[in-house]
């Protein structure tokens, strides 16, 4: 399985752009990579989940370079409500020979804290 | 509110006890997920469902750890004789389980504690 190296923590300030990245030097064909959110006493929550290029949602954007060993997760205008743990995962769906059936594996993920 | 449900919401027990807690997934959702997290790390992988058959255990789930999920449904998951060592948050996750999607939909938790 792919393991993943994400910074242990990042500061920002209200109204700016965040990018923390993460790294996956062993990614697999099959694999994605898959960002989660966690506030304090909560279950994760899924942000964005990409292959290639470039994906973006109303959330987020997650940008992929073709190598496919790094990713940025990318928060526009983080708010107070943005400071929580972001974790960055690869793995496969659940699908083809030597499958992780889907099963998540989260690091430590990154700490992010927003300033007023 | 993910539409996945977990109760109790926190449980205190004493060492040596038994203790059983109950995820109720979203109903269309064919695969059922437990996870433990304890302060500081991310959720460790314990056991997977699909529809009611447990297709893998994880190493951490020791011969104390039971689950089930009988109808395809909700599951349980019981931990027999506790220890310290078994505080932590347990948290219940469930997915469509089609496509190529790792959307998991994580409940609230439960809070374990044992003192």
């Known amino acids: 399985l792919a393991k993943t190296t994400q910074p242990i923590s990042m500061d920002s300030y209200e109204g700016q752009e965040v990018n923390i990245t993460c790294s996956h030097n062993?990614?697999?064909?099959?694999?994605?990579i898959t960002w989660y959110q966690q506030f304090p006493s909560q279950g994760p929550r899924f942000i964005i989940q990409?292959?290639?290029t470039k994906v973006t949602n109303e959330v987020a954007s997650l940008f992929i370079p073709a190598d496919r060993k790094s990713s940025t997760l990318s928060l526009p205008r983080v708010s107070l409500s943005d400071t929580a743990v972001y974790y960055c995962?690869?793995?496969?769906?659940?699908?083809?020979?030597?499958?992780?059936?889907?099963?998540?594996?989260f690091g430590r993920g990154t700490q992010l804290t927003v300033w007023p | 509110d993910t539409g996945v449900s977990q109760n109790p919401r926190h449980k205190i027990t004493k060492r040596g006890q038994n203790v059983t807690f109950r995820c109720d997934p979203i109903?269309?959702?064919?695969?059922l997920y437990w996870y433990r997290q304890t302060l500081g790390q991310g959720p460790e992988f314990l056991t997977y469902?699909?529809?009611?058959?447990?297709?893998?255990k994880s190493r951490l789930l020791s011969d104390r750890f039971s689950a089930e999920r009988p109808k395809g449904s909700f599951s349980t998951l019981e931990i027999q004789r506790t220890e310290q060592g078994d505080s932590a948050m347990y948290l219940c996750?469930?997915?469509?389980?089609?496509?190529?999607?790792?959307?998991?939909?994580f409940g609230p938790g439960t809070r374990l504690t044992v003192l």
């Open positions: 996750a469930s997915s469509l389980g089609t496509g190529s999607n790792n959307e998991q939909f």
């Open positions: 062993n990614i697999a064909t099959n694999d994605y």
């Open positions: 990409g292959y290639k």
């Open positions: 995962l690869v793995g496969d769906s659940g699908r083809g020979r030597g499958s992780t059936l889907g099963r998540l594996y």
């Open positions: 109903s269309e959702h064919n695969r």
């Open positions: 469902f699909q529809n009611e058959a447990q297709l893998e």
